[in-house]
C-alpha cells in the first residue's frame, strides 16, 4: 500500500492477517491504539513500514501486538526515519523477546537514534478495543486478556489455562492444575481428599468417583452395593453365609510321618 496523504490508522483490530506493508513517501503515518491477534503462517511482520525519503515520520503507540512467537513491527527504510515507537505492549515484559518482535532496517532497534521503542507498556492501553467475534463488535480492552500468556486472547484461545483440557471440557478454564469436580463442590478433584463426596476420603475409597460405592471386596471392578457375589467365590450373597469371604486355602506342615493320614486326610509327601 502506497498512501498518497498522510495517513492514521486507529482503533482497529487486525485478527489472522498475513500482515499490512505501507509504503511512505514524505508522509506522516500514525498508528495507534490498534490491536493484532493471531498472525498467519506468513513470515511477514504484522504492520510493516517502508521508505526510502527523509521527510517521512511515523508515530506508532499504544498498539497492542499479541503474537509473541512473530515479528510484529517491521520498519525498512534507506533514509533516516524520524519518529516514535514508544507505548506499544508487546503480551509480553521479556526484553528479549519484545526485541525479536521487532525488526527495523540495521535490526538494533536504534538506527542512529532516529526511532526509539522505549519505554513499552506492561498492560493494554486502556483505550485499546478489541474484537470478540467475526463480525468485529468492541468491547473495552480491560475486558482482554490472556490467562495463560501464550499470545492468544482468552476470548480467541480454546485453552485459557493451557493445562492441554479444552475449555469446553474444563470445569476450571482459568486454573492449569485442576480441570475435574465430580462432586460439585467447587473444589477440583486433584485436591479433593474426597472426590465423590461420599464420606470415605479418596485414598480409602476403592471407587472414589462413585458416591455409591466405597468397597470392592473382590477387586472386580463392581462395588460391593452392586455386586451380588462380593467375594468372588461363586456363591451369590444371599445364599453364602460368609459373603465377604471366599473359601480360604489352608497351607500347613507334618512333623510326622508322610505316608501316614491324620484324621482320615491323605497327605502326600513331596
Not at 534507506?78 to 523477546?97: M, R
Not at 468492541?138 to 492441554?164: H, K, P, Q, R
Not at 478454564?173 to 475435574?180: A, K, M, N, Q
Amino acid at each position: 500500500w502506497y498512501p498518497e496523504t498522510d495517513i492514521a490508522i486507529e482503533n482497529s483490530v487486525f485478527q489472522e492477517t498475513g500482515g499490512i506493508s505501507v509504503g511512505a513517501q514524505d508522509r506522516f503515518i500514525s498508528l495507534k491504539n490498534n490491536v493484532f491477534i493471531r498472525q498467519t503462517t506468513d513470515p511477514g511482520p504484522a504492520f510493516e513500514i517502508w521508505a526510502d525519503y527523509d521527510d517521512t515520520t511515523v508515530a506508532i503507540s499504544k498498539n497492542s501486538f499479541m503474537s509473541t512467537d512473530r515479528i510484529a513491527l517491521g520498519l525498512k527504510y534507506s533514509a533516516s526515519l524520524p519518529g516514535s515507537a514508544i507505548e506499544n505492549y508487546w503480551n509480553t515484559n521479556d526484553q528479549t523477546v519484545i526485541e525479536s518482535m521487532i525488526l527495523d532496517s540495521n535490526d538494533d532497534l536504534n538506527l542512529n537514534g532516529e526511532i526509539s521503542y522505549q519505554p513499552y507498556l506492561t498492560e493494554h492501553d486502556i483505550d485499546t478495543v478489541t474484537v470478540i467475534n467475526q463480525w468485529s463488535t468492541y468491547i473495552n480492552f480491560s475486558d482482554f486478556s490472556d490467562y495463560d500468556w501464550d499470545g492468544e486472547a482468552d476470548i480467541l484461545d480454546t485453552d485459557d489455562d493451557n493445562d492441554g483440557i479444552n475449555d469446553d471440557d474444563d470445569l476450571f478454564p482459568l486454573d492449569e492444575t485442576e480441570w475435574e469436580d465430580s462432586d460439585g463442590d467447587g473444589t477440583g478433584n486433584n485436591a479433593d481428599m474426597d472426590d465423590d463426596n461420599d464420606g470415605v476420603i479418596d485414598t480409602e475409597d476403592d471407587l472414589p468417583l462413585d458416591a455409591s460405592e466405597t468397597l470392592d471386596t473382590d477387586g472386580d471392578g463392581t462395588g460391593n452395593n452392586a455386586d451380588t457375589d462380593d467375594d468372588g467365590d461363586g456363591v451369590l450373597d444371599g445364599d453364602d453365609p460368609y459373603p465377604l469371604n471366599a473359601p480360604p486355602t489352608l497351607t500347613f506342615s507334618y512333623a510326622g510321618n508322610a505316608d501316614k493320614p491324620i484324621a482320615g486326610i491323605s497327605i502326600t509327601h513331596t
